[in-house]
């Protein structure tokens, strides 16, 4: 997956590289759980669900900003810094962690390029001092500028934890040779350079808070065991108070890109040579054949079932690893190709061969049986994570990140089940293009 | 609004189930198998416990337990080539894996209903009639090769820097290596290798099958008479390893190329599972470090006051690969356990104060153990962690595969009833008072000697302040309180009592490159 790149800060979100869907309130809705959806005058939305669990509950709060937003210079990775703030109290409660400990709760947050996702899990009978802590960290959220200062090295200190590796190194490399203007530029962990800047960004964060952190902003969904009636009253109770004022963030629209790209970076430590082929490719979209067609183009052309890993991985070796990461952003964001290559010298060979299975599935029809199997696998890997109530949220937040409420997971699911191997090779044809194609690989420097 | 909503044909049946509150089903235990059945799951989780490890490693084939492991679980079978296994998996959207420690094989993996027989069809081939085939095992073998040669070297330092003291701590026993082995000992392996530990290792008495879930009536009695199939074993146990507590302090310092340093240290105890003052130093540990949890103390005095780092914690059992969960791992239990503090990477702020930095957070979290032996805990940090555990554990079996799992754990210690991990954390918790907890303290962390591993920049140097004594005061992008600076002062002269002879540097290009 595309996203395994990522990972120091997506600590536990699901995104794979197969369509998830989800949830809606038509009668032939996939979601199988008894939900209740309403929406407070000040544009917060909430979605309860009964999602079994035993006595346990999913808190969990999706604020629709991420890297993406961070639009101006020399505050990349802020949206990330900011979750790490989101613990440090309010006036009212001022010891946050003390407090979710005396829940026993399961809780922290992680923040991708699209959104920042807050969770606690814990038992039912703390719903309604959750709800009350929550909403008011997200109202009233008060820091000193010495705690932000302390909470800048934590961040640091995190980015360091994975700076180092080869495939984080590779995607930063990626990025910066995709994007010229759109922020999907950095990776969520922000430049290293902003990221040990932060400590004099405290009135930046205030500003950030302010923007960003309002009810239109915010959808919430409590997922497990619980009085729907009494939650509802809860959530009506302690956010309406809060004021309504999001400002949309000027994102960059990235130019079209005309011709191919090229790159090579090296890698101070030891690593096999990674060699990543990328397309710029269409915004995630639940009723765009196109788009739909691409997430399931990935898995299907170059995951562990497809013709090129049997051939590349399996029994020639060429490979020890290939993956086609093809999962689409809120806004238009490359899908990827990535592999790590056996012999040093053998990359512009494996690079010809991963080209040239582009090419066939733009002439070729996929098999009907394959194509069966692709849809069987978004429908039972959806299923699969439905197990906990915090599985049920990661599940369906992407839809929410995506266009603010559940409701289009309906129309992606129909989409998803009609694809044609016809749509498989016009995604291919539109979005595996020459011209939208970026090819970097990653080698191990001469020491 | 409020809707329950009608699905599409095919799949109605197997949602509406998940919307019940599954019924643990009491059933005949059968011997040689470990079932939890959940009446109306629509999932179906295996756990085939294999009582093998990396403990049972032939002596220059290190590695060994973990290559054969992986070879069946990414191979083919007399059935199936691999190709043709993960065709057969991906409409389903699972698979199975398979974890490697010490003591434990464990292969896993959970299904739905609807595709149990065609799932349990794959997995009872790839254990019970693996084709070993030598493509198959080229490919495996590469993987892990690559990553011993340079993913374990280079890619998280932090979990590198552990492995490194489990090596030290357990220098001459079974425990020694890591599970994945040495560069030079794996490249030695060769199939008949594999072979010949298969056959050895995986033998009817030796393996443990668990399925929990929604499984069928009779379902287990089949599974179970299927792996009656393997012969008898002749294997005689391994002796649990008796670590030697060290003498003063040893440390390893790692040279790498880095502008930030990953920090281990801890010694061996007594504590195993279920066993003396298990749960009382649960508790400790959980005050003292709990894994991911902001509230714990080493966590709140580096990284909460001072924001030195990412977290800071300490465990009292292994847990292999922490840096990927947030729940506690399962299936690494083992008959010997270190009490371990885990720093994570310290970072430079400033060019040249990466060593000062290193030392201040080992000092930070070494005088917190003193200051714990030396106080105990009191009375409310003993009731407010109580509470904390009562209720975050129940995060623990959140899954009916972690819960199937808890269970082949409990298996290992002989842990039944009531004493079974799960059932007896809040009964054990609640009984605990002050007096337990201290002398639980004094008699398992009063270690005088410990084992310390820094993965740093510059090695020479570093051992050179180590060995100084010198201070290592740091700064502050900020302003902080004068009871952190003044707690600070003491921090940055706490010492490190180490003599030149118990300082060993390495590269980072020889790290587990062989066995001695």
């Known amino acids: ?447 | 609004m409020t809707t329950r909503r009608r699905l599409p044909l095919g799949i109605a049946i197997l949602l509406t189930a998940l919307t019940v509150a599954y019924v643990p089903a009491p059933e005949e235990s059968i011997p040689g198998t470990v079932t939890l059945r959940e009446e109306g799951s629509p999932f179906v989780a295996f756990n085939i416990w294999v009582k093998a490890g990396s403990q049972n490693d032939p002596e220059g084939k290190e590695g060994l337990a973990s290559l054969a492991a992986n070879l069946l679980s990414d191979g083919g079978t007399q059935q199936h080539t691999y190709q043709e296994i993960v065709a057969k998996l991906y409409p389903m959207a699972t698979g199975y894996g398979v974890s490697v420690d010490k003591e434990m094989t464990n292969f896993r993996g959970t299904v739905h209903t609807d595709n149990l027989e065609g799932f349990y069809d794959l997995l009872r081939n790839a254990l019970l009639s693996p084709a070993f085939g030598e493509s198959d095992f080229e490919r495996v073998k590469a993987q892990t090769m690559n990553f011993l040669e340079r993913g374990r070297r280079y890619n998280r330092d932090e979990e590198l820097s552990k492995e490194l003291l489990y090596w030290m701590a357990y220098q001459g026993t079974p425990y020694e290596h890591p599970e994945e082995g040495y560069v030079e000992s794996v490249r030695s392996i060769t199939l008949d290798d594999v072979r010949s530990f298969y056959e050895r290792y995986y033998t009817r008495d030796a393996i443990v099958v668990g399925v929990g879930g929604g499984y069928p009536e009779g379902f287990v009695e089949r599974v179970r008479t299927d792996f009656d199939a393997r012969p008898e074993g002749t294997a005689s146990n391994v002796p649990a390893p008796q670590p030697a507590a060290p003498d003063g302090l040893k440390v390893l310092i790692v040279e790498k190329q880095t502008d930030a340093s990953a920090i281990s240290f801890g010694f061996p105890t007594s504590l195993v599972r279920g066993g003396d003052e298990f749960y009382a130093m649960k508790l400790v540990n959980s005050w003292m470090g709990e894994h991911r949890s902001s509230f714990s103390n080493l966590y709140q005095v580096i990284r909460e006051k001072r924001g030195m780092n990412y977290g800071n914690y300490s465990y009292i059992e292994a847990f292999p690969r922490g840096y990927t969960t947030q729940n506690r791992p399962v299936n690494a239990m083992r008959r010997s356990n270190l009490f371990e503090v885990w720093i994570r990477p310290i970072s430079l702020t400033e060019p040249g104060n990466l060593h000062t930095r290193t030392l201040f957070a080992t000092r930070a979290a070494m005088r917190e153990l003193l200051v714990l032996v030396e106080n105990g805990l009191a009375e409310d940090q003993i009731e407010r962690t109580q509470g904390f555990l009562h209720d975050f554990s129940l995060n623990y079996g959140s899954t009916g595969s972690r819960r199937l799992a808890f269970a082949i754990d409990d298996e290992f210690y002989g842990l039944e009833g009531d004493d079974a991990y799960l059932a007896a954390i809040r009964p054990e918790l609640a009984k605990l008072d002050k007096a337990g907890v201290d002398n639980a303290i004094r008699s398992h962390l009063g270690a005088q000697g410990m084992y310390m591993v820094f993965i740093t920049a510059d090695a020479e140097a570093f051992r050179d302040l180590l060995l100084s004594g010198e201070t290592t005061p740091i700064t502050y992008a900020g302003n902080q309180p004068p009871e952190i600076l003044a707690e600070d002062e003491e921090i940055s002269t706490f010492p490190i009592p180490v003599r030149p002879e118990d300082i060993t540097i390495m590269d980072i290009s020889e790290v587990f490159e062989t066995g001695r």
């Open chain 1, 1 to 447: 997956m595309k996203r395994l790149l990522i990972a120091p800060v997506l600590a536990s979100v699901v995104l794979g590289a197969l369509a998830v869907p989800a949830f809606s309130q038509e009668e032939d809705g996939i979601f199988p759980f008894e939900t209740r959806t309403f929406e407070l005058d000040n544009g917060l939305k909430a979605y309860l669900v009964d999602a079994g669990a035993p006595g346990m509950l999913a808190y969990v709060s999706v604020v629709r900003t991420g890297a993406r937003d961070e639009v101006e210079e020399g505050v990349t990775g802020f949206a990330h810094f900011f979750e790490h703030m989101m613990f440090r109290g309010t006036e009212k409660y001022p010891n946050y962690d003390g407090v979710t400990e005396s829940f026993g709760a399961a809780r922290n947050a992680n923040t991708s390029q699209d959104r920042t996702f807050y969770y606690l899990v814990a038992g039912s009978e703390y719903l309604e001092q959750i709800v009350d802590l929550e909403a008011d960290r997200f109202q009233n959220l008060s820091y000193e500028e010495t705690e932000f200062r302390t909470e800048a090295g934590a961040v640091l200190g995190e980015y360091q934890n994975s700076a180092a590796s080869s495939f984080s190194v590779l995607d930063r490399a990626v990025r910066e040779r995709i994007f010229t203007a759109h922020t999907y530029r950095h990776q969520t962990i922000g430049f290293e350079a902003d990221v040990r800047v932060m400590p004099e960004q405290y009135d930046y964060s205030r500003s950030f808070f302010e923007r960003f952190y309002r009810p239109e902003n915010v959808v919430l969904m409590v997922v497990g065991d619980f009085d729907f009636d009494n939650a509802e009253a809860l959530i009506r109770e302690h956010y309406s108070g809060w004021e309504p004022g999001y400002e949309t963030p000027a994102v960059p629209t990235e130019p079209e890109q005309t011709e191919p790209r090229e790159g090579a970076v090296t890698y101070q430590g030891g690593t096999l040579p990674l060699l990543t082929i990328n397309y710029m490719a269409p915004a995630w979209n639940p009723t765009d054949r196109i788009a739909v067609a691409t997430e399931l183009l990935g898995g299907l052309a170059f995951g562990q079932n497809s013709d090129i890993y049997r051939k590349l991985v399996v029994e020639e070796r060429r490979l020890q690893f290939l993956q086609g990461g093809f999962a689409l952003s809120r806004d238009a964001d490359f899908v990827q190709i990535l592999c790590m290559v056996a012999e040093p010298d053998d990359v512009a060979a494996v690079k010809e061969e991963l080209l040239a299975e582009v090419e066939r599935f733009k002439t070729e029809l996929v098999d009907a049986q394959k194509l069966a199997d692709t849809k069987s696998a978004a429908r039972y890997g959806f299923l699969m994570r439905l197990e906990t109530p915090l599985g049920v949220a990661n599940s369906v937040s992407r839809v929410i990140v995506n266009t603010g409420t559940l409701d289009p997971i309906n129309d992606y699911y129909r989409t998803l089940e009609t694809i044609t191997p016809e749509d498989l090779r016009e995604a291919a044809r539109q979005v595996l293009a020459a011209n939208g194609r970026t090819t970097v690989t990653l080698t191990q420097a001469e020491s």
